[in-house]
């Protein structure tokens, strides 16, 4: 017996959300519908598969990579842009021993899995194929004799999303139904009733999260945010004290599932305000914190020579803060050669004892980056210092896309940056500030997760 799992649709019957993923990343109650696939594969004694991958395969591949966090021996199979389910199979076929299970693990219907293996197992016909009613599943088995012939739909959204007349089907007995728009996703991320967050979220204490709220993983929800029934996707932050109700929201994007209505995160920042500047209270502030760091100095320095073999320092440009409030100039200084946070950001240290870095504000961006910041959400961020200590950095993860980023300065920008003092010193006493950015080892056992 072989199993095939199907993970190359591409995102069109997401709508909106179509450029910002697939259905195999799409989360489903905290966690990847691929990854419920996995875990139902497992559950029903499954311990290899074959994983057919078209769309953003490089994403798929390094979030699953070999299986072994869930104990399934994973192999990656190309699927060409203008090549059919059937044509994959039979460019398979000196792979495949017995009888074949192909299963869309992009669909939701992971539920039905282990049922359907069971009970298909058992049959004789040459295409079994699962369905639940008259609603296609997804699942099929197919006798090796059948492959030559064989082919399958891919897309439940699409019109050949229908049982063939050479497929006996075998209803599973379950009410299942495959994820085959926006709507269908939204009701099962809901299905709970009550807030469902990955492990790998972030969600601040005074946040409120209620009716089947669920973030998923390396997405951060903010202070006093106030979310119902809503669907915060990877790489995401909710700025502090944002109200959504029943949408979905991907990195800016906000979505209702029920419409494909679209709109921005930022559409609900609060109307402009004057620029403010960096004050003398901001130099005395990071004066204090020079002579802080004095003893630091040296150890950054010896560590940056040995771990970068004899090269310390590394230039940095970044759009310093002007003569006048919301005005930018270009500032050249350095930066310590390491990954360590605390370490190479003391050289900027400097730039706030000469006033073109406040202590707090909005992040530091390179001089051709901020000219480019013109649009209105973006052009916010001139309306506060640029900071030393700045929101974006310490909270947003880094494998999000910049705009995420932007967009948690735009709101400090707007909202003022309260807290970041203690903020900052949360940070600093936090793994993330000395250590290197740690990214996910889909090969790594859970256990051994801190």
Same mark, same amino acid.
């Given at each position: ?115 359907? %293996? ?7 016909? #040459?295409?079994? &194929?699962?369905?639940? !009613?008259? $609603? =296609?599943? *997804? +699942? ?124 921005? %995160? ?7 305000? #004057?620029?403010? &500047?960096?004050?003398? !209270?901001? $130099? =005395?502030? *990071? +004066? ?163």
């Amino acid at each position: 017996m072989t199993t095939v799992l199907l993970a190359d649709r591409d995102g069109h019957a997401l709508g909106p959300l179509a450029d910002k993923t697939v259905p195999s990343l799409l989360p489903l109650r905290g966690a990847p519908i691929l990854e419920r696939a996995l875990e139902s594969l497992v559950s029903a004694g499954v311990r290899s598969a074959l994983v057919v991958v078209g769309p953003r395969a490089v994403e798929i591949e390094k979030r699953f990579g070999k299986g072994i966090r869930w104990g399934i021996a994973l192999e990656y199979v190309r699927r060409e842009e203008e090549e059919t389910t059937g044509a994959v199979l039979r460019r398979l076929e000196h792979r495949l021993d017995g009888d074949t299970f192909v299963l869309r693990g992009d669909a939701g219907v992971e539920g039905a899995f282990g049922e359907f %293996l069971e009970r298909a197992g058992r049959r004789s016909e #040459a295409v079994v &194929a699962g369905v639940s !009613g008259e $609603r =296609l599943l *997804g +699942l099929w088995r197919i006798r090796p004799e059948a492959l030559k012939k064989a082919d399958l739909p891919r897309d439940p959204a699409d019109a050949d999303w229908t049982l063939d007349r050479g497929h006996t089907p075998l209803d599973v007995g379950l009410d299942v139904a495959p994820i085959e728009g926006l709507a269908r996703w939204s009701a099962l991320e809901r299905a709970e009733g009550k807030p469902v967050l990955s492990p790998r979220a972030i969600v601040a204490a005074s946040a409120k999260l209620s009716g089947g709220t669920t973030v998923a993983e390396e997405a951060v929800v903010l202070g006093k945010a106030v979310l119902e029934g809503v669907s915060i996707l990877p790489r995401t932050v909710i700025p502090e004290g944002v109200s959504l109700s029943g949408v979905a929201v991907a990195q800016n994007l906000v979505i209702d599932p029920a419409t494909g209505a679209t709109s921005l %995160l930022t559409d609900l920042l609060p109307g402009p305000r #004057a620029p403010r &500047a960096a004050g003398l !209270g901001s $130099r =005395l502030a *990071g +004066l204090g914190l020079f002579l802080l760091s004095l003893p630091l100095w040296p150890v950054a320095l010896v560590w940056s020579l040995v771990a970068n073999a004899g090269h310390a320092r590394r230039p940095f440009a970044f759009a310093g803060n002007g003569a006048t409030p919301g005005e930018r100039e270009a500032v050249r200084t350095f930066r310590f050669e390491t990954a360590i946070p605390v370490f190479r950001d003391l050289p900027l240290l400097l730039s706030v004892l000469r006033g073109s870095l406040a202590l707090t504000g909005v992040a530091p961006l390179p001089p051709e980056e901020e000219s480019m910041t013109n649009a209105p959400w973006t052009a916010a961020r001139r309306e506060a210092p640029v900071g030393l200590l700045a929101r974006s950095r310490m909270v947003v993860p880094g494998s999000a896309p910049v705009e995420v980023a932007r967009v948690v300065d735009a709101f400090d920008s707007r909202n003022g940056c309260r807290g970041l003092v203690s903020l900052g010193l949360a940070t600093f006493f936090s793994v993330r500030a000395w250590t290197a950015p740690k990214g996910w080892n889909p090969d790594g056992l859970p256990d051994t997760e801190k």
